[in-house]
């Protein structure tokens, strides 16, 4: 009778001290924004990673350049509204994309990922390692992030 070896089988669980993280550069140049933040959620909560573990930050780090020039379709320009509230009376702020980008252009992208990742305290690390800039230009460039193209990612 063959014998198997049932150590090969065993399932490897990442940890903080086995993940392997690395740089990612993504230029948002003319990119739809909700298919960007979709892929972008992906890398950083690490699912297209073999060793892919649910509770543990193996993502990736994420710099996105070009910010402002993200594309949104339809008439969202104008129509999608982003709602806060103060928690005083009267204290509700509604703000369109097109008057949000004029003021902070990095915020819509923040806010489309954020969405987009789990509400907890292993969400919000991940948040951490997303840097949105709004020119082409970052402050990274010792990490030496590697380029990618985001239908590549699946």
Same mark, same amino acid.
Request: charged share 30%.
């Given at each position: 009778?063959?014998?198997?070896?049932?150590?090969?089988?065993?399932?490897?669980?990442?940890?903080?001290?086995?993940?392997?993280?690395?740089?990612?550069?993504?230029?948002?140049?003319?990119?739809?924004?909700?298919?960007?933040?979709?892929?972008?959620? !992906?890398? +950083?909560? =690490? /699912?297209?990673?073999? %060793?892919?573990?649910?509770?543990?930050?193996? &993502?990736?780090?994420?710099?996105?350049?070009?910010?402002?020039? !993200?594309? +949104?379709? =339809? /008439?969202?320009?104008? %129509?999608?509204?982003?709602?806060?509230?103060? &928690?005083?009376?009267?204290?509700?702020?509604?703000?369109?994309?097109?008057? +949000?980008?004029? /003021?902070?252009?990095?915020?819509?992208?923040?806010?489309?990922?954020? &969405?987009?990742?789990?509400?907890?305290?292993?969400?919000?690390?991940?948040?951490?390692?997303?840097?949105?800039?709004?020119?082409?230009?970052?402050?990274?460039?010792?990490?030496?992030?590697?380029?990618?193209?985001?239908?590549?990612?699946?």
């Amino acid at each position: 009778m063959l014998e198997v070896d049932t150590i090969s089988y065993k399932t490897k669980s990442a940890n903080k001290a086995t993940v392997n993280k690395e740089w990612v550069l993504i230029d948002a140049n003319d990119k739809i924004l909700g298919r960007l933040a979709s892929i972008v959620a !992906i890398l +950083l909560r =690490g /699912k297209h990673k073999p %060793d892919f573990t649910p509770h543990v930050d193996c &993502g990736d780090y994420v710099i996105i350049i070009n910010a402002e020039k !993200i594309r +949104l379709t =339809g /008439k969202k320009w104008t %129509d999608k509204k982003y709602v806060s509230y103060s &928690g005083y009376p009267g204290g509700q702020k509604i703000i369109t994309p097109e008057r +949000l980008i004029a /003021k902070k252009p990095v915020s819509v992208v923040e806010k489309a990922v954020k &969405g987009m990742l789990p509400k907890s305290r292993l969400g919000r690390e991940m948040f951490r390692n997303l840097h949105v800039f709004a020119g082409s230009e970052h402050p990274h460039e010792a990490q030496k992030p590697k380029k990618i193209k985001l239908n590549t990612i699946k």
